[in-house]
């Protein structure tokens, strides 16, 4: 089995993790390399697997939607603001998964029970006084904790929005371009020193290094 099909049985679940080093160190890829390799996928794994259902993760849009709206620029929806916080929630938010589950749930009862509709179907005015209630925490014990359930969902809207894009958000390179931040560059050329950059924004694709 080549490195290349070692990987690909690993990424499917075809072999254990052990195994998956095993076949790379007979390939000629040496341990420590081969241990790093099988750190890296496990990760890509666990980002990659969904952490809501489509249903949690359509309301988390709309809310997205509402706390980042469109305008002639692209809002949170289109920037990807809520792929950004399903693949958080999959791995370093897991610990707030249950929290995000509980409050989308309260959210869309109270929605349905108070309007007849649910939190998607509403206009965007009737969102907006939604979310005002649950910030200023006029819910009541519909949504439990709810400011403090909002602003975590706000914080973590923004932060999808203005993220780099290998966590999944800021797709495009649309929220850099809002604040016209260039990305990671490493060095200016000297006209651009004490000067605001005016080139256009780039992103660093590499994964993150442990900790990050």
Not at 160 to 171: A, L
């Amino acid at each position: 089995m080549s490195a290349e099909e070692a990987v690909r049985a690993y990424l499917e679940r075809k072999i254990s993790r052990r195994e998956f080093v095993k076949r790379l160190r007979a390939v000629g890829v040496t341990a420590g390399a081969a241990f790093s390799y099988a750190e890296m996928l496990t990760a890509t794994q666990a980002q990659s697997a969904p952490a809501l259902d489509p249903s949690e993760i359509r309301l988390l849009e709309a809310i997205a939607g509402r706390i980042f709206p469109a305008t002639d620029t692209p809002g949170a929806i289109e920037i990807g603001a809520a792929s950004y916080i399903d693949q958080a929630l999959a791995a370093p938010y897991r610990p707030q998964l249950a929290r995000y589950r509980r409050g989308l749930q309260e959210l869309e009862r109270y929605c349905t029970a108070t309007l007849g509709r649910s939190f998607t179907s509403l206009s965007a005015a009737e969102q907006d006084d939604i979310l005002g209630k649950l910030e200023e925490g006029k819910l009541g014990e519909a949504v439990a904790g709810g400011p403090q359930f909002f602003e975590m969902v706000r914080r973590h809207v923004m932060e999808g929005v203005f993220c780099e894009p290998y966590y999944g958000g800021n797709r495009d390179l649309a929220g850099w371009r809002h604040v016209n931040f260039p990305g990671q560059r490493y060095g200016y050329d000297d006209p651009y020193i004490n000067r605001v950059i005016d080139l256009p924004p780039i992103a660093n694709n590499r994964p993150p290094r442990k900790g990050e």
